[in-house]
């Protein structure tokens, strides 16, 4: 078990860019969450799976913004026409089915937008 | 609805030290409570959970917290600080039928020599 990756770990685009993030949950984990942490904040949840179902993405912070899990497998999170708003971490988490809440954390992507 | 406090932004102690990290819920069904921590540009680490066994609970590297059901209280205490023990540390809580925990804003813990 090697944990919640995520790539890359750093990102600088231009504004008006798109940008694509992938994460790989633990394997066995049917649930897998999508966070932004802005400095100085927790994690704010934008959307989350349960295998290749997205159950809640009304959270997601605007139309710019989309996420897949096609497979039930590894995720991706969109950033259509970035704006500098838009800088900040982005965290991956999974969970088993049957877990009491607890989440296991990648280590994060880090979007700068210049 | 469900929400975290997370009183204090900063908490300095001297190595050796007593810590302890405020945490206070708003949840109007039993809750599962959750502490992390986050080391610089790293994600989250579970230090501990609580999920309606014992009400004190015992994490990792010494740290352990109690749950309050009366004063709507999860605070993390560890008895003696190590220079390693900075960090950041989220609370968390779920409540209900959801999967989705809601965070509070944050503890840096500085750990003075």
């Known amino acids: 078990d090697t944990g919640v990756s995520q790539n890359p770990r750093h990102k600088i685009t231009k504004r008006g860019q798109n940008v694509t993030f992938r994460c790989d949950p633990i394997?066995?984990?049917?649930?897998l969450y999508w966070y932004r942490q802005t400095l100085g904040q927790g994690p704010e949840f934008l959307t989350y799976?349960?295998?290749?179902?997205?159950?809640?993405k009304s959270r997601l912070l605007s139309d710019r913004f989309s996420a897949e899990r096609p497979k039930g497998s590894f995720s991706t999170l969109e950033i259509q026409r970035t704006e500098q708003g838009d800088s900040a971490m982005y965290l991956c988490?999974?969970?088993?089915?049957?877990?009491?809440?607890?989440?296991?954390f990648g280590p994060g992507t880090r979007l700068t937008v210049t | 609805a469900q929400s975290v406090t997370q009183l204090g932004s900063h908490v300095s102690v001297s190595e050796g030290a007593l810590v302890l990290l405020r945490c206070n819920y708003s949840?109007?069904?039993?809750?599962?409570l959750f502490w992390y921590v986050q080391y610089p540009n790293q994600g989250l680490q579970l230090l501990l959970k609580?999920?309606?066994?014992?009400?004190l609970v015992k994490g990792i590297n010494g740290f352990e917290a109690e749950f309050k059901k009366s004063e709507t209280s999860f605070h993390l205490t560890k008895p003696s600080a190590h220079m390693s023990d900075a960090a950041e540390y989220f609370c968390?809580?779920?409540?209900?039928?959801?999967?989705?925990?809601?965070f509070g804003r944050g503890t840096s813990l500085i750990v003075h020599p």
């Open positions: 988490a999974s969970s088993e089915r049957g877990g009491r809440g607890e989440q296991y």
């Open positions: 394997s066995e984990h049917n649930r």
């Open positions: 799976f349960q295998n290749e179902a997205q159950l809640e």
């Open positions: 949840s109007s069904v039993p809750p599962y």
């Open positions: 609580y999920t309606s066994a014992a009400t």
């Open positions: 968390a809580v779920i409540s209900g039928g959801s999967y989705i925990p809601t």
